[in-house]
């Protein structure tokens, strides 16, 4: 039986991520949140983990008071999150925290050793690659993709690619809740409108980047990291159903795709049972829905975001961390109604201009290239 920490519980995917371990028979060692107090005290009187943090350390106080009664020893801080990382007795950590503050506690669960790392949170990749790439090699921890598309291409490539034998990934794009739409017609877009996935029910910081197409250029960087390709081997393709979740291309010009009904619990479970399938209760791919399945090219004039990742991993160094940086920024003030939808691309793209070149950067160059990336998007609104 598994025992994993589940750092992000409160959350989409850590929501999802329980919803497996109670099919799954794993057992819940830990759990952590930034500050939803009451959701995360729910889910500790429910799965009696013996440790839970919040990095916000007001809201841990509290926590820490309402569960007394329970024995769940409650840490607080990043730190705190780093500790359900990496706790002795866990063989499996998930990782699904939003954005940068992912990237740490990352790295704790990589030194720790002992595990597999099941990641959900693709800045962790983005902005620490190298890095992150680099640890886990030497410390021997698999890492495991949780995001739909990279569960689907290590599927695909059952694990690892034949020597030399992969030609080209072709990862799937939804193409968000503004496919078709012009540059005039994205010039008023409410964060209500763009928080309207079609296909899938995600948190609100992904879902504004589906529908940026920043989404689809995390998750290019995000593969070349995985999988060790060149940038100009991850080809986008928009495919509307998102039934096709990525295939990948042989040298002899085969594809082969992997597929089933848009639901994160089949990656979660995969990533979490690998090499094992085990029975899911998600529904099984019906094609009498899906008479007909699409395919064609991003407009990659209108959604500006995914040309300038492209671009900023093919110059590598800090500029996926600024670029990554500038983005979570820029989706927090669009969401607070302060800039408009098309204003990300631009801050996203002076972040990049301001960024100098470093060739491999240190875990605290990352940070601070984020730092500064994102004081630059508030200084420029
Ligand atoms: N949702 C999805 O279907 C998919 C998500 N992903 C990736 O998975 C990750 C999680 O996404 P999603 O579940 O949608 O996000 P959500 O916003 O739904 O959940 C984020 C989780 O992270 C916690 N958190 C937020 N900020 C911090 C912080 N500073 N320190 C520690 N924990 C923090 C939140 O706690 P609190 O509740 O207290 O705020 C919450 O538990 C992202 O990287 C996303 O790109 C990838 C593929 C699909
Ligand atoms: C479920 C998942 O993995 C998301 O990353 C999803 O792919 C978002 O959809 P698009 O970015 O393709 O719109
Ligand atoms: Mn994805």
Redesign the pocket.
């Known amino acids: 039986m598994r025992r994993i920490s589940i750092?992000?519980?409160?959350?989409?995917?850590?929501?999802?991520a329980l919803d497996v371990a109670d099919c799954t028979g794993a057992q819940v060692a830990a759990l952590?949140?930034?500050?939803?107090?009451r959701?995360?005290e729910e889910q500790i009187r429910r799965y009696r983990p013996r440790y839970a943090a919040?990095?916000?350390e007001e809201?841990a106080r509290d926590l820490k008071v309402r569960v007394a009664d329970t024995g769940c020893r409650i840490g607080a801080g990043?730190e705190g999150?780093c500790e359900a990382a990496r706790l002795a007795d866990v063989d499996t950590v998930l990782?699904?925290?939003?954005?940068i503050?992912?990237l740490l506690?990352t790295m704790a669960a990589i030194e720790a050793g002992n595990r597999r790392l099941a990641l959900?949170?693709?800045?962790?990749l983005v902005a620490g690659g190298r890095i992150v790439m680099d640890a886990a090699k030497q410390a021997g921890v698999d890492i495991l993709p949780?995001?739909?598309e990279h569960s689907a291409i290590f599927q695909c490539l059952q694990g690892k690619a034949p020597n030399g034998a992969l030609k080209r990934i072709l990862l799937t794009a939804s193409g968000g809740p503004f496919f078709g739409k012009t540059r005039e017609e994205l010039e008023s877009i409410t964060p209500a409108q763009a928080l309207k996935h079609p296909n899938?029910?995600?948190?609100?910081?992904?879902?504004i980047?589906s529908a940026t197409l920043m989404?689809k250029g995390?998750e290019l960087i995000e593969a070349v990291w995985l999988f060790g390709v060149k940038p100009e081997q991850v080809h986008i393709v928009v495919h509307r159903e998102s039934v096709v979740h990525s295939m990948v291309e042989y040298d002899d010009h085969s594809v082969i795709a992997q597929m089933g009904v848009p639901d994160?619990r089949i990656?979660i479970q995969y990533a979490l049972t690998y090499p094992d399938r085990v029975k899911s209760p998600v529904k099984e791919l019906n094609f009498d829905y899906y008479p007909a399945l699409t395919f064609s090219k991003p407009d990659e004039d209108t959604f500006r975001c995914l040309p300038l990742c492209r671009e900023a991993i093919r110059r590598g160094g800090l500029y996926p961390a600024a670029a990554n940086g500038a983005n979570e920024q820029a989706v927090a003030l669009f969401l607070e109604g302060k800039i408009g939808f098309l204003k990300i691309a631009d801050l996203v793209e002076k972040a990049m201009e301001a960024q100098s070149w470093v060739k491999e950067p240190t875990l605290e160059e990352i940070l601070a290239a984020d730092q500064a990336a994102r004081a630059q998007v508030r200084s420029s609104i």
Request: glycine share 12%; charged share 15%; net charge negative.
């Open positions: 750092l992000g519980s409160t959350g989409s995917i850590g929501t999802q952590t949140a930034n500050r939803s107090v959701r995360l919040l990095s916000d809201a990043q999150v990782n699904s925290v939003v954005g503050a992912g506690p959900a949170n693709k800045e962790t949780v995001d739909s899938w029910d995600m948190g609100a910081k992904i879902t980047d989404n995390l994160m990656p």
